[in-house]
């Protein structure tokens, strides 16, 4: 079997992790699942405090949860099945109470096969009121800002959708803290769209998440479909309304395609 490494960058702010693409994380393309490449993401963060001492448990007993609010991918090339890469993780810049994440799959060979950024929070475990990063005492400091493609921001939503479909959330969709996992609101995105925009090229997709949305819950899934400018805005609505008695998203997700 080969020996993979995990080591920190030199600077201390990245940590990389190496891998082998399975078959159970590939598609019927023999590619990685897009839902497998946002766990990479989100699961590098996770371990990257985690080998500086400040594991999920420790940093909930000290009143800390790390959260994702939003994220923008650029793919060059998905992974495919049985090839060896590398995952790297980097704290970037805050920006405000954010906390900023950059991520790069790298094949064996060097080539850069994917980029990511991601917009993250630190919340206290049962208020979820926001500590600000100066408050975060475990916070690996850095000032480094990368630019590539479409940055994590608000995604503009139109007025016309149409309606995708529904889905319950069950117990194989909820992480450790009790709710969907990030992760699998690609697969949302993804699902419910007509199949011949299943089998586009995916250049890049940004979600933004909303609201937690627990087991038991109904997804309302919408979508809006921009062929000139070759876009799909999907939406994921939660059952239950807000005080208002409007219907809170979920998620937003804006997918680019050839």
Not at 205 to 218: G, P, S, V, Y
Not at 220 to 233: R, S
Request: glycine share 6%; hydrophobic share 30%; net charge negative.
């Amino acid at each position: 079997m080969t020996d993979f490494k995990n080591f920190f960058t030199d600077d201390g702010t990245g940590f990389c992790a190496e891998t082998k693409v399975l078959f159970g994380q590939c598609g019927s393309d023999k590619r990685l699942h897009l839902t497998e490449l946002m766990e990479y993401c989100a699961d590098n963060v996770t371990e990257m405090y985690a080998q500086k001492g400040q594991d999920r448990q420790k940093l909930n007993d000290d009143g800390y949860v790390q959260m994702v609010s939003r994220s923008s991918i650029h793919i060059n090339e998905l992974p495919e099945e049985n090839e060896i890469m590398t995952v790297k993780v980097r704290e970037e810049k805050p920006e405000g109470f954010q906390l900023m994440r950059y991520y790069e799959f790298v094949s064996s060979s060097g080539k850069v096969l994917v980029q990511g950024k991601s917009l993250w929070v630190i919340v206290e475990p049962e208020t979820r009121r926001i500590v600000s990063p100066d408050k975060f005492e475990y916070l690996i400091k850095s000032e480094v800002q990368t630019d590539f493609g479409k940055k994590p921001g608000k995604i503009k939503v139109p007025e016309e959708l149409e309606h995708l479909g529904d889905q319950r959330i069950l117990l194989s969709h909820l992480d450790p803290n009790g709710h969907l996992t990030n992760a699998k609101y690609i697969n949302f995105a993804m699902d419910f769209l007509p199949e011949d925009y299943q089998k586009k090229e995916i250049t890049d997709f940004r979600l933004n998440f909303c609201k937690e949305i627990k087991k038991n819950e109904i997804m309302h899934v919408y979508g809006a479909f921009d062929e000139e400018n070759h876009k799909i805005i999907v939406v994921g609505k939660r059952d239950i309304p807000d005080s208002e008695g409007k219907t809170e998203s979920s998620f937003e997700c804006e997918i680019f395609y050839k």
